[in-house]
């Protein structure tokens, strides 16, 4: 279940940064917003992720800010696909991202 588990997280990573690029891309009017919306928000977020989340970095946070954080930017990718046009999406995201974080939390105190 844990490797199980830790695809789903890459792919719903995945999903979040494309979930920024369509919302920047879609409902953005100007040229400058739609690009600092739609690539420069993930980039943003890819170079953070890699540098205090990804369980391989030497800087990575620890287990409760990382959390938060996940929830966070999760959160919020869920709501802007919702915000953008793509409800049925938004919420099926949301949906997948809680059970995600979830088996992952229980997963990570039925270590110790």
Do not use: C, D
């Not at 879609?26 to 990804?54: C, D, E, N, R």
């Amino acid at each position: 279940m844990k490797y199980f588990n830790a695809t789903i997280s890459f792919f719903l990573e995945i999903a979040m940064l494309v979930s920024f690029v369509y919302f920047g891309f879609h409902t953005q009017t100007s040229l400058l917003l739609k690009i600092l919306m739609g690539i420069v928000v993930p980039l943003v977020i890819i170079f953070f992720w890699g540098w205090y989340m990804a369980p391989k970095s030497n800087h990575r946070l620890s287990h409760n800010p990382r959390l938060f954080i996940a929830l966070l930017l999760f959160s919020l990718s869920a709501f802007v696909l919702y915000q953008s046009g793509q409800h049925l999406l938004g919420i099926i995201f949301g949906i997948l991202i809680i059970f995600n974080i979830s088996v992952g939390f229980i997963q990570e105190n039925t270590k110790k």
